[in-house]
């Protein structure tokens, strides 16, 4: 759902792809924030299967480690905060 009349479709879209990510991301975040301050170990464990994340995209669009980069910004700014 758009608050923008005036967004096209692919647009809403879009913005519906995006609040829903920033939405899951902040969830996530919390969550395994909360987790990890009972599980110390987590963190670590998270960190050690990132050589198993890819990218699901197909041709010149696939980066995998752009991927794990992001994961490790996530990561990182999680033991900032725990």
């Known amino acids: 759902m758009s608050n923008a009349p005036s967004e096209s479709p692919p647009d809403a ?24 301050q009972q599980h110390p170990g987590l963190l670590g464990e998270l960190e050690g299967s990132l050589d198993h994340l890819w990218d699901k995209a197909e041709g010149d669009d696939r980066d995998d480690e752009a991927v794990r980069e992001v994961a490790r ?3 990182r700014s999680l033991r900032s905060k725990t």
């Open 13 to 36: 879209l879009l913005a519906d792809a995006r609040r829903r990510e920033l939405a899951i991301e902040h969830l996530l975040f919390g969550t395994i924030r909360f987790v990890a």
């Open 73 to 75: 910004r996530f990561l």
